[in-house]
């Protein structure tokens, strides 16, 4: 079973430069210019550009750690190298997210072998995102945890319901996948089944299984999104266990959410708020 809510058509936004003339493309740049506000950076060679996606691979594997998406040796984040992006970069086997740094990271190919790294690779994570990144070349970073809320909600076998502007950051770009429900990806026909399903898709509820994350953008997109569905998910089930039947936004607001607060760039936006807090209060992770 798919119930597919992929992208739709983006709402074009027509927004003023800022005071130095420099192009806007959120609602949230500020149209004064020269104040602190976070900017995407440009890189000089891929040295620069694979040490940037390795810190902020760290920290959100930190950031599952203080949201509590720890369980066992489940859950693995990944994000392509700059340089060669038929391989990726992800964290380790049996390592704790709270315990993962630039120096345990292991880069690995879409066969599963580690070029680079001392820890072995989560087989369920290898067959699974290899598979994805493997059909889909566009996509640049991908997460998966077993998380409380998303995996009691993805029991249900349904969507998110546009219940707010939190869970309209999904709207037309989430999708229910019934294929392989419950069952361990540790076979690469089954990586695959699900594989062709995802990439399509920010979000993914897989049934009986949990939650996953796609982006084109990066591992703070990726990261970010994660959290959030994690959240809309404890949303709807609270709201479900009220009994009251819930107020729906129309789909024009749900859109419109989803453009201006549900976008790639929002995403690694909203992530930088948790990088500075890590970096400044964790800093291991660079080591």
């Not at 086997?93 to 292991?106: E, G, K, W, Y």
């Given at each position: 079973?798919?119930d597919d809510h992929s992208h739709d058509a983006p709402v074009a936004l027509d927004l003023p430069d800022d005071d130095a003339g420099r192009k806007r493309t959120s609602i949230y740049q500020p149209e004064q210019a020269g104040l602190i506000f976070p900017e995407i950076p440009e890189f000089a060679n891929h040295a620069e550009a694979r040490e ?236």
């Amino acid at each position: 079973m798919l119930d597919d809510h992929s992208h739709d058509a983006p709402v074009a936004l027509d927004l003023p430069d800022d005071d130095a003339g420099r192009k806007r493309t959120s609602i949230y740049q500020p149209e004064q210019a020269g104040l602190i506000f976070p900017e995407i950076p440009e890189f000089a060679n891929h040295a620069e550009a694979r040490e940037y996606r390795k810190k902020h691979l760290v920290a959100a594997c930190r950031a599952f750690a203080m949201h509590g998406f720890d369980y066992g040796f489940a859950g693995h984040l990944t994000i392509r190298d700059p340089e060669r992006p038929e391989l990726y970069w992800t964290n380790p086997m049996c390592v704790h997210f709270s315990q993962v740094r630039m120096s345990n990271l292991i880069l690995a190919d879409h066969k599963g072998r580690v070029v680079e790294g001392r820890h072995a690779i989560n087989r369920a994570g290898f067959v699974l995102h290899a598979a994805v990144h493997d059909e889909y070349p566009e996509v640049m970073a991908m997460c998966h945890a077993h998380t409380t809320y998303g995996t009691a909600w993805c029991a249900t076998g349904r969507p998110l319901d546009m219940i707010s502007q939190d869970a309209a950051a999904f709207y037309n770009s989430h999708a229910v996948i019934g294929a392989s429900a419950g069952a361990v990806a540790v076979e690469k026909e089954s990586g695959l089944s699900v594989a062709q399903q995802i990439g399509r898709n920010r979000g993914v509820l897989h049934q009986n299984h949990g939650l996953l994350t796609c982006s084109h953008h990066s591992i703070d997109d990726a990261a970010f999104w994660f959290i959030a569905l994690e959240r809309a998910c404890k949303q709807q089930l609270l709201v479900e266990a009220s009994g009251i039947k819930p107020q729906l936004l129309s789909e024009k607001t749900a859109r419109y959410s989803r453009e201006h607060v549900g976008s790639d760039y929002i995403g690694w936006l909203h992530f930088q708020t948790l990088y500075n807090h890590i970096a400044e209060t964790q800093p291991d992770m660079f080591a």
